[in-house]
């Protein structure tokens, strides 16, 4: 799963994997679990470049390790190498949900340090404006609104990961 800060990535992630009878990772909680740290304690001490290195090396750990649901931070996608390495071993499919959904979402919370700014709207938008060209690289595109439930959004994922001839498979008695 990949997409933007509140897209629903670990929501509809934990549903899908649950569906599936797949393991559900989340490469944000294996970063934190393995620093001993919270995001962004380990922005604000080590860096965003820090953080994505090491974003990249769990991510590619939980897709050689696990076949399962992947949730990815938002800016994982955002590296060539991780959108490749996605790809080769699984599917990426990302939720893409519009501007104000996303921060109707994201508002009220405060963990989110690319948003700890003195207009965080603007932020948001402004890293909108900039992901979305590379989320649109995505395997599949499934859309995310303010009205679908996360199991109508499961439904969603399911029926684009039916139309993968390579992942039918593991998809089939879902």
């Known amino acids: 799963m990949v997409g933007m800060m509140g897209a629903g990535k670990t929501a509809v992630g934990r549903a899908l994997a649950l569906r599936l009878g797949v393991p559900f990772l989340d490469s944000d909680h294996e970063i934190e679990e393995a620093a001993n740290m919270t995001i962004p304690e380990i922005f604000a001490r080590d860096g965003e470049a820090f953080f994505r290195q090491k974003e990249s090396q769990v991510i590619e750990r939980l897709l050689d390790e696990a076949r399962g649901v992947l949730s990815t931070g938002g800016g994982a996608f955002l590296s060539e190498a991780n959108r490749k390495m996605i790809s080769e071993k699984g599917v990426s499919v990302w939720l893409n949900a519009d501007l104000e959904v996303l921060w109707n979402r994201v508002r009220h919370r405060d963990h989110r340090?690319?948003?700890?700014?003195?207009?965080?709207?603007?932020?948001l938008?402004?890293?909108?404006?900039?992901?979305?060209?590379?989320?649109?690289?995505?395997?599949l595109v499934?859309?995310?609104?303010?009205?679908?439930?996360?199991?109508?959004?499961?439904?969603?994922?399911?029926?684009?990961?039916?139309?993968?001839?390579d992942v039918l498979e593991p998809v089939t008695g879902a």
């Open 113 to 123: 340090p690319l948003l700890r700014t003195a207009d965080p709207h603007a932020t």
């Open 125 to 139: 938008k402004a890293l909108y404006e900039a992901r979305v060209p590379l989320y649109a690289k995505a395997d």
């Open 142 to 165: 499934v859309h995310s609104d303010a009205q679908t439930s996360i199991e109508g959004m499961v439904d969603r994922v399911l029926e684009g990961l039916e139309t993968r001839p």
